[in-house]
Nanobody
Framework: QVQLVESGGGLVQAGGSLRLSCAAS????????MGWYRQAPGKQRELVAR???????NYADSVKGRFTISRDNAKNTVYLQMNSLKPEDTAVYYC????????WGQGTQVTVSS
């Protein structure tokens, strides 16, 4: 059964940090590029970071230098380290495979207070 389970969100003050995790099951994780997406209220879901199966990374300009995506193939897990958080980072964060996407998980809420 294919499943994506995100965790690690919460309420944090501006300037703070959070580390999100996404556990994937039912796919050959090590062969999959993975991405972190976010959706703020009233806005479209956007891709903020991605990592290829070989570990190459790419970031949206809005998070570059503050967010770091990484992966642990032994644990079928992708991470998003978020530093220097801003109120505009407030959103529900999701992970998904790059390319042939999977059913979305429930996401994890990140709220950054000013």
């Amino acid at each position: 059964q294919v499943q994506l389970v995100e965790s690690g969100g919460g309420l944090v003050q501006a300037g703070g940090s959070l580390r999100l995790s996404c556990a994937a099951s039912g796919i050959i994780f090590r062969n999959s590029g993975m991405g972190w997406y976010r959706q703020a209220p009233g806005k479209q879901r956007e891709l903020v970071a991605r990592i290829t199966s070989s570990g190459m990374t790419n970031y949206a300009d809005s998070v570059k230098g503050r967010f770091t995506i990484s992966r642990d193939n032994a644990k079928n897990t992708v991470y998003l380290q978020m530093n220097s958080l801003k109120p505009e980072d407030t959103a529900v964060y999701y992970c998904n495979r790059i390319g042939l996407m999977l059913s979305w998980g429930q996401g994890t809420q990140v709220t950054v207070s000013s």
